[in-house]
């Protein structure tokens, strides 16, 4: 089988996995500049493993012997229901409202993976979701996949930013896409503008001490709470959307899933900070299994809905 037939076969056979879009690049190393800028400012806060394993984010061939091709996937999470909350209702990112997504991702590049092999016996390879150190915006743009929004996620022309990605690495050659060249976000800047604790320092980099993402997930229980951002997370209790609903990609161009695994469970949208806070350790882990939210650990999601109840009594949004 020629390599244009086997690239063309795996790009066919991903999209009837779901992903909307798939593309393909070396696995050269990156410029790891931009990476270390970013660390040296002391942006990643407390994510030490960002900087622990800087190399291998730069070198594929640290994750996979050999690697030649980075396959990156990408499969749609928006669903069109509206989360108007009220101040005394909590606020979850989109991405974790239904099931967790690293599973089923997983799986469904595990299958390509396996149709890999079946085609060309002998390929070796790997699948990544967020599950080793893979710069995976960075393949992105180099797979063609989309261009780096101001607030530094991707984003595509039809489909906006609300996607996840997941990677295969295999050490066979593949036809290669053309790196995303194009800036579209022109001179808007509505992310920069409505970020709430001004995290995006300049366009495309974010200080992440500062995203309420990083600290309503990344930012454990025991480490001190910035006084000065508190009231600016209002009522969010897990992760942040703000920078993709202003967005005029996603404004224009979201289209809903058709994963039934991405719909909204219900108790996560437009939930009671009063019932939320009752919620005990066991309640937690039965009500977040095989969901996001259980990333941040029972301490830190009943820190979170303290943080959003004083706000909400202080009349602080």
Known sequence: ???SELTTRI????????????????????????????????????????????????????????AKSIIVCAINYYTPVKATPKPQEGRFSRYAWGDDYHDLVRSRLQKLLT???????????????????????????????????????????????????????????????????????????????????????????VDARKCI?????????????????????????????ICQDVCPWNKRFARPTDEPAFQPRPYNVNPKLEDLIKIDINEFRTRYHKSPVKRAKFDGFKRNVSVALENYFNKKF
């Open 115 to 205: 149709f890999i092999r079946e085609e060309c016996p002998g390929v070796n390879g790997r699948v990544f979701v967020d599950s080793a150190p893979v710069m995976e915006k960075e393949w992105a743009l180099r797979a063609g996949i989309g261009w780096y929004g101001k607030h530094s996620n991707i984003i595509t022309r039809d489909y906006g930013s609300w996607f996840f990605l997941g990677e295969v690495i295999v050490d066979c050659e593949l036809d290669y896409d053309e790196p995303f060249q194009t800036d579209y976000c022109g001179s808007c800047t509505r992310c920069i503008d409505a970020c709430p604790t001004n995290a995006i320092i300049q366009p495309r980099l």
């Open 1 to 3: 089988m020629s390599t």
């Open 11 to 66: 790009k066919k056979t991903a999209g009837s996995l779901g992903f909307f879009r798939v593309g393909i690049a070396p696995g050269e190393s990156l410029d790891g500049s931009r990476l270390d800028v970013w660390l040296k400012r002391g942006y990643h806060g407390d994510m030490s493993y960002m900087q622990k394993h800087r190399d291998t984010r730069i070198d594929p061939a640290l994750l996979m012997p050999n």
């Open 213 to 241: 993402s990083y600290l309503t997930i990344e930012l454990k229980h025991d480490r001190p709470y910035p006084e000065e951002l508190k009231a600016k997370v209002g009522n969010l209790i897990f992760g942040c959307d």
